[in-house]
Structure formats: structure tokens, C-alpha cells
């Protein structure tokens, strides 16, 4: 079974197909992003049919408010005068001092939405797809409706909704940083760092805000603290666990040193309930922690950069002399060391 579908099998529900779409698909573009914004939107108020003339409002705007401040698509990549985003940075600006996409823009999201966003938005990399649909497209070339299906309305208004918005929203902002020029160089080929002052990832060369570190992290665990396994409800105090305690690396120092990999770094964070996290303290994490933590980690490594990056540079550091292939074998190796 592949990563993405034990991923699915711990939580088989329309919420771990959503997350599939948005955390684990590929990006060339970030369309999937604004669709998945605008189907929230949508769903969140009960609405089960929308046209698409009217339902390309929500997916231009998200777009266009965007488009001037962060990368859509790769630095470098040509976009011709009929392409999306370049219609979109033209009318940006008369888009935002209107408080809505502008007639043109409408007009192109209309025209390219079917054959390009909407057909993909279901599909992982490999040629699969989530096992649910969230949509489909009815009705004639003049009369298009877009019909929303069940779970995503059940997804859109769960407990849930606001935290997979946060999370859709985090994953946008960490693939148009990867996107950008100079930034996303350094991301995909190092990873991200953490800026424990702000609690958000940055880009280790030029230190640039990339995302809040429990927004992008908490969608690979189903939305649940590490520690306790409960869901995580939208306004919970929430807060960044170093599941092996970075005490463990202080302690060591007085009797050589640690011997281990960087307790700071991005693989040994999990977002978890603040009172959970308090009282664990800095005990070191128990077996189901451990397991917890490595299938978070499994399904980041099955995510497209940089995320998957950053992991897979610490999974490479040499442990007792050789490299660890797994994260259960990573973990088991510095459980040993922490003993």
C-alpha cells in the first residue's frame, strides 16, 4: 500500500480525501488551491448548486488577491497574453478597488476552469484519485452548474471546516514561496527552518516567512494532537511539541554531548492541544507517540517540496554510524539515544 493510502486508511473519511487533494497533490499552478477555497466558501453557507458563472467569483478573487504578492506558477514559466494568471495580474488591481473579479476576469476563469483546474482537482500524483469527488460539472456549454456532493458540504461544515481552511491556506502560501525566485532554490534543495520567536517556517537562506508551523503541519495528522489524539477544534489553544523533548539534548551535554539529530528541526514538531502539551512536559514520548509521529512524518514525505525535503535531509543524517531508510527505524534509533 502506498503512503497516501495508509494516510487515507488511519482515517478513511471525506476529510482525509480533501487533505489528500490539497496536501499531497502535485502543483504546477496554485488553481487547486483557490478551487478548494472557493468550495469551502460555498459549501460552508448550505449551497449545493451553484452556476459556474457565479461560483468562478470566489476562485478569481483568491486568486487575484494573491497574485501581486507571491508567485501563481514558477518564476520563469511564460504566460501568454489568453493565460489565467496573466489576465489576472492585469485586473487585479481594478478587481481589488471593486471588491470583485472584474467582467473579464469572470470571463477567463469561466472559460478555463473546466478543461483545466476542475478536471484535475481530484487527482494524486501516479494517475489515482482521492476516493471521494467534491464536485461535478453539469449541464450544457451555456449553462454550466457546478454541483457540490455531500461530503463536501459535510466536510465544509464539520468541526473541522475553519482548521482545513487554515491548513488549505498554509499549503498555498508554502507552494508559492517554493514558486518564487531565489526562495524556492533554497527550499527545495534545503528545506525549510523554524522561527521559534513566530512559530513559522521560513526558508533558511533569506529567512522569509513561509507558514505558521501548526497550520502546515496538522492536516498530515488528521487534524489531531500528537499527544492525545483528539481532534484539534478551531479556537483550542494550540501548541508545537517537541515530541523527544529538546531537554534530552541539554541533559546530554554535560556528559558528552548529544549524539543524536536536531530535536529543533521541523520532524520532531507536532502541533497538540496547549494542556496536553503542558502536562507532558519534557517526558520523552511513548510507543503510540512515536507511531503517531512517524506516520505524520510518512505522509510528509509523500507530499510534493518542500516540506518533503526538509524530512528527508533529516531522515539522511547518519544515526549510530549509518543512515536510518524509515522513519520507524529513525525513531526507534534516537529512542535508544534517549534512554
Known sequence: MTTSGF??????????????????????RTYKFALGAALLDVAGRGQREIPLAEFAT????ELARRIEDAPQAPEGVALGDSDFLAIARKERAQTLAAGQPTDR???????SMPAMVMRKFHNLRGGSQVP?????????????????????????????????RAELEARWSIVESSFAAGVGRSLIEEGVAVDWDSLRLTDK???????????????FQHGRCLICDGVVVPG?????????????????RSVGGWAGPDLDAL????????????VKSDRTPRAVEVCRLALRNEAIADSPHPLK?????????????????SWPEFLRAVGDLAI
Not at 483550542?236 to 541533559?251: I, K, T, Y
Open 7 to 28: 494516510f487515507y486508511q488511519r482515517d478513511a473519511s471525506a476529510r482525509a480525501s480533501w487533505r489528500l487533494a490539497v496536501l499531497m497533490g502535485s502543483n504546477s
Open 58 to 61: 470566489p476562485y478569481a478573487w
Open 105 to 111: 476576469l469572470l470571463a477567463a476563469a469561466v472559460r
Open 132 to 164: 471521494h469527488l467534491f464536485f461535478e460539472l453539469t449541464g450544457g456549454p451555456r449553462e454550466r452548474v457546478v454541483r457540490l456532493t455531500h461530503d463536501t458540504l459535510t466536510v465544509a461544515r464539520s468541526e473541522q471546516g475553519a482548521g482545513l
Open 205 to 219: 537562506k533569506r529567512r522569509r516567512s513561509v507558514a505558521g508551523v501548526a497550520d502546515a503541519l496538522i492536516g
Open 236 to 252: 483550542e489553544a494550540v501548541a508545537v511539541d517537541h515530541v523527544f523533548p529538546f531537554s534530552l539534548m541539554e541533559r546530554q
Open 267 to 278: 520532524w520532531n514538531l507536532a502541533p497538540a492541544h496547549a494542556t496536553c502539551n503542558g
Open 309 to 325: 525535503k526538509t524530512l528527508q535531509l533529516s531522515l539522511q543524517q547518519a544515526l549510530g554510524g549509518r543512515r536510518r531508510t
